[in-house]
């Protein structure tokens, strides 16, 4: 089978803007969680999140100009795209078949124009009949919306921003399997380079939801944490006390490349991607299945397909070293990706470290995925496991080795990534450290 590699990462983060930055604070279990400040959340149970702060866009693209004014989605895309175009080195690259260069993309919508569409359809109520006049409603939309601004609602649209900046023309896919997003796109990227259509596949994920809706709905769902202390706190997965996810935004981007393509132009692989599973759930909308029968076939395919026994010891040891958990900080999502793992690993699960970004940073959501797999990644480079801060109430029932609060070092070959979403969508990879055949 054809070898996949990842030759460039990028992301933008509420921790911050470069790969560098990011994960330093992260292993130092630093939180970027805090108080809202791009509306007025004050009126909302929950007032806090992992906000992207000081970041310009325009610094990572060639002309501002050609993208005229790109939703947030769409930039932060851009800012992470650039990062992993840099250090992939493809922009050096003279050679380079843009027509055999790819996008796959898990990017979710942009942001609704929420107070202008409030004002339009109160404007145009008609308070005797009931109802909604349409012309009134055209008449004042009209005035008053953006057009550009609505076409950046869709979520096509951050490929498009990506392609155009790099002129990219080879396959090109957006889904938006919720949480699940950016995992199940890098994941089918791999196999649109295994198949042959192309040589080269920029891929991974961007959103924000942080605006009034995107807060209001999770609200309503009681998803979200309304923890009343410290924002830094609010975000506590596999804790006892546990009560629920703290929203975040930003962008994950990598580069992946054939291993032919890659050693051909002289590319510096930084991990292989082995292993991608996915399953549904078939349940309910919101809830995973209590038996965790779906994160556990997405994490046992994508072993299955990595040609990994997951109840084997190498040396004593697990062939797996490192477990980038979903990890939502939800009563039900912690206590079911726990028992998934545990169903996947058997006796080896106590001795494969799990943790959960998120605790950190929020939840990226369609984004969540990709930031997570460059996580793995970096822990294969530097062998750090960075921690679940805030975990200083276990759960008695979750007994795994959530890594605790400080960043370990330790030697890590082998990562998996879980991501699962909304509607019982559930995806997995599994990557290695690259080791050049003989």
Same mark, same amino acid.
Not at 35 to 58: L, N
Not at 218 to 225: H, I, M, P, Q, V
Not at 235 to 257: H, I
């Given at each position: 089978?054809?070898?996949?590699?990842?030759?460039?990462?990028?992301?933008?983060?509420?921790?911050?803007?470069?790969?560098?930055?990011?994960?330093?604070?992260?292993?130092?279990?630093?939180?970027?969680?805090?108080?809202?400040?791009?509306?007025?959340?004050?009126?909302?149970?929950?007032?806090?999140?992992?906000?992207?702060?000081?970041?310009?866009?325009?610094?990572?693209?060639?002309?501002?100009?050609?993208?005229?004014?790109?939703?947030?989605?769409?930039?932060?895309?851009?800012?992470?795209?650039?990062?992993?175009?840099?250090?992939?080195?493809?922009?050096?690259?003279?050679?380079?078949?843009?027509?055999?260069?790819?996008?796959?993309?898990?990017?979710?919508?942009?942001?609704?124009?929420?107070?202008?569409?409030?004002?339009?359809?109160?404007?145009?109520?008609?308070?005797?009949?009931?109802?909604?006049?349409?012309?009134?409603?055209?008449?004042?939309?009209?005035?008053?919306?953006?057009?550009?601004?609505?076409?950046?609602? #869709?979520?096509?649209?951050?490929?498009?921003?990506?392609?155009? #900046?790099?002129?990219?023309?080879?396959?090109?896919?957006?889904?938006?399997?919720?949480?699940?997003?950016?995992?199940?796109?890098?994941?089918?990227?791999?196999?649109?380079?295994?198949?042959?259509?192309? =040589?080269?596949?920029?891929?991974?994920?961007?959103?924000?939801?942080?605006?009034?809706?995107?807060?209001?709905?999770?609200?309503?769902?009681?998803?979200?944490?309304?923890?009343?202390?410290?924002?830094?706190?609010?975000?506590?997965?596999?804790?006892?006390?546990?009560?629920?996810?703290?929203?975040?935004?930003?962008?994950?981007?990598?580069?992946? #490349?054939?291993?032919?393509?890659?050693?051909?132009?002289?590319?510096? *692989?930084?991990?292989?991607?082995?292993?991608?599973?996915?399953?549904?759930?078939?349940?309910?909308?919101?809830?995973?299945? *209590?038996?965790?029968?779906?994160?556990?076939?997405?994490?046992? !395919?994508?072993?299955?397909?990595?040609?990994? =026994? *997951?109840?084997?010891?190498? =040396?004593?040891?697990?062939?797996?070293?490192?477990?980038?958990?979903?990890?939502?900080?939800?009563? #039900?999502?912690?206590?079911?990706?726990?028992?998934?793992?545990?169903?996947?690993?058997?006796?080896?699960?106590? !001795?494969?470290?799990?943790?959960?970004?998120?605790?950190?940073?929020?939840?990226?959501?369609?984004?969540?995925?990709?930031?997570?797999?460059?996580?793995?990644?970096?822990?294969?480079?530097?062998?750090?496991?960075?921690?679940?801060?805030?975990? =200083?109430?276990?759960? *008695?029932?979750?007994?795994?080795?959530?890594?605790?609060?400080?960043?370990?070092?330790?030697?890590?070959?082998?990562?998996?990534?879980?991501?699962?979403?909304?509607?019982?969508?559930?995806?997995?990879?599994?990557?290695?450290?690259?080791?050049?055949?003989?």
């Amino acid at each position: 089978m054809t070898r996949v590699v990842i030759t460039g990462m990028g992301w933008i983060t509420p921790l911050g803007n470069d790969l560098d930055t990011v994960w330093k604070r992260m292993c130092n279990s630093e939180s970027a969680i805090a108080t809202i400040d791009r509306f007025d959340a004050s009126s909302f149970p929950t007032t806090f999140a992992g906000q992207v702060r000081t970041f310009d866009w325009k610094q990572y693209v060639k002309d501002a100009s050609a993208h005229r004014a790109p939703a947030m989605n769409s930039q932060f895309a851009l800012g992470a795209s650039r990062q992993a175009w840099d250090q992939s080195g493809l922009g050096n690259f003279e050679d380079l078949n843009l027509d055999r260069v790819g996008i796959y993309l898990g990017a979710g919508e942009g942001v609704l124009d929420f107070s202008a569409h409030s004002l339009i359809d109160t404007h145009s109520w008609d308070v005797k009949d009931g109802k909604i006049n349409p012309v009134e409603w055209a008449n004042y939309a009209s005035e008053n919306l953006n057009e550009w601004g609505e076409v950046e609602q #869709e979520p096509n649209m951050p490929l498009w921003h990506v392609a155009k #900046e790099y002129g990219l023309q080879g396959p090109s896919f957006n889904c938006l399997t919720a949480c699940a997003a950016s995992t199940q796109a890098i994941g089918e990227a791999v196999s649109v380079l295994q198949s042959g259509d192309a =040589d080269v596949m920029l891929s991974g994920g961007t959103h924000t939801m942080l605006h009034a809706l995107g807060i209001t709905g999770f609200n309503r769902l009681t998803a979200l944490s309304t923890f009343d202390g410290d924002p830094k706190k609010a975000s506590r997965p596999f804790s006892k006390d546990r009560g629920g996810f703290v929203m975040g935004e930003g962008s994950g981007m990598l580069v992946l #490349e054939t291993l032919e393509h890659a050693l051909a132009r002289g590319a510096t *692989p930084l991990a292989e991607i082995v292993g991608f599973g996915s399953s549904a759930d078939a349940y309910r909308i919101t809830d995973l299945h *209590p038996e965790g029968r779906g994160p556990a076939a997405a994490i046992r !395919n994508a072993l299955e397909q990595a040609g990994i =026994d *997951p109840t084997s010891l190498i =040396d004593g040891k697990p062939p797996v070293q490192y477990i980038s958990a979903h990890g939502t900080s939800t009563q #039900e999502n912690d206590s079911i990706e726990t028992k998934a793992i545990k169903l996947v690993f058997g006796e080896n699960a106590p !001795n494969v470290p799990v943790s959960s970004i998120k605790s950190m940073m929020g939840h990226l959501i369609a984004a969540a995925g990709s930031v997570e797999l460059i996580t793995c990644v970096m822990s294969i480079q530097t062998n750090m496991l960075v921690p679940t801060i805030n975990l =200083d109430n276990p759960d *008695p029932d979750l007994d795994l080795d959530y890594v605790p609060n400080i960043a370990r070092k330790a030697q890590v070959d082998c990562c998996v990534s879980n991501s699962f979403g909304f509607g019982g969508q559930n995806n997995t990879l599994v990557i290695k450290r690259f080791v050049q055949e003989n």
